[in-house]
Structure formats: C-alpha cells, structure tokens
C-alpha cells in the first residue's frame, strides 16, 4: 500500500507579508546607513574635483575663495547663506584678482551639459572652459572637453557689457563651424553642432545673469584677500 506523502504547511499571506515588509525595512536601513556614512567622502571628493577645476580654469591662482551673486549682490559665501550662484575668485600669490569661475548649464544632444567657465574683469571675456559632465556622443560630442580648434575660443571670448553696464553687448552665440567672424561667437565643431551650440548657450545664459553684477560689485571681490580673516 502506497504512502501519501504529506502536504507542505501552508504559509498565511499576512505572514508572507510580514517577511517581505521586514525584508524591505532592513534594505531601506542599510541603504540609508550606507549613504551616511559614505557622504562625507563623497562630499569632500567633490570639493576636491571642483578645488582642481577651479585652478584648471584659473592657472595663474594659487588660492580661491567663493561668492554668492543674487540680482544686484555680491557677498562671501557663508554670509547670509548660499540663495544664489556661487562663483570662486582665484587669486595670485600677491592676492590680485585673476579671474573668476562659474558654472553654466544647457541641454545638449542626449543630456545636460555641466561646464566650469573661468572669466576675465580686466579683458572682460571668457579665457578658459572645463567640462564637468557631457554624456554627448563619444568620439563627436565629448571633443568639447579636447578639440584645440574649439577649446581656442575660449581664450578671449569677448563678454563686454553694453554702455549702461546691464547685460552683454552681444550675446555669445555659436555658429557653423568656419563662419566664425565676431570676438564673441563660438566656431562649432564639425559634425558636433548640437553640443557646440549648448556649450555657447550655456556661457550665455551664465555670462548675461552674473558678469553685469560681477563688474558692478568688483571691488567686494578685490579687497577680499586683505579682509580674508
């Protein structure tokens, strides 16, 4: 006579329940945990990435410090808080003004394109880009960051205020690659028109926003080094 094998013991939903909550409840945890405690590193791997973009952009700065520019303000970062754009001041081992960096954004071909731009009081241009971030297409797209043809129009970019000192005299646009004729238009690269554009955008957009204020407010800038404590 053959045996019957018995039947497994059936499992209540509220039990399964039970598991798959507490399940998700330590994996939340962990997760949680995982980011507190790898914050601090990764927040300080980012002052670093910026601390040597800053001085890519600015070579001539052996120090920097950081700014808050709001709509007609210009004040030390930690003053009343960080509601604006920050901007850094590099200066030279005498504490002169060489220049300051920016960043600026704009959508290129597939995402948004992150740019470090370093710009001028005295020439009042742009001398200097770095790529923060592209996901463009690699081989056409990412030459921004390593075409020296590009890259030379970032040297003297010409980002002059008009007479009444409010915004650009002209904007900085993009145009096809050798039609370049103005000291403020970008000569795109070839085949990579789209992302050329979206790095003139994005120095346009910044530039009209923060060298108005930076020209008017340049000596909180200048006297920094002397009231540095």
Known sequence: MNSVAPLPPVVSSRH?????GI?????GMLVVATFEITRPRIEANQRQALEQAV???LPAAVTHRSFVVTADQLRP????????????????????LVGIAAEATARGYQDVIRLLYAYSPGCECISAIHVLRNNDTP????????DPAFLANFQTLAARLNPERSTLAHAIITVRHGKKVEAWEIDAISGATVTSRAVG???NDSAQVL????????TVLTRAPQEAP
Do not use: E, F, N, W
């Open 77 to 96: 970062l930690g003053s009343g808080g960080a509601d604006g754009v920050i901007v850094h001041a590099g200066y030279d081992r005498d504490g002169k």
């Open 16 to 20: 399964m329940l039970a598991t798959l």
């Open 201 to 203: 955008k994005a120095l």
């Open 23 to 27: 399940t998700a409840l330590v994996s």
């Open 211 to 218: 060298v108005p204020v930076v020209q008017r407010r340049l």
């Open 55 to 57: 001085l890519r952009v």
């Open 139 to 146: 081989g056409i797209g990412d030459k921004i960051a390593t």
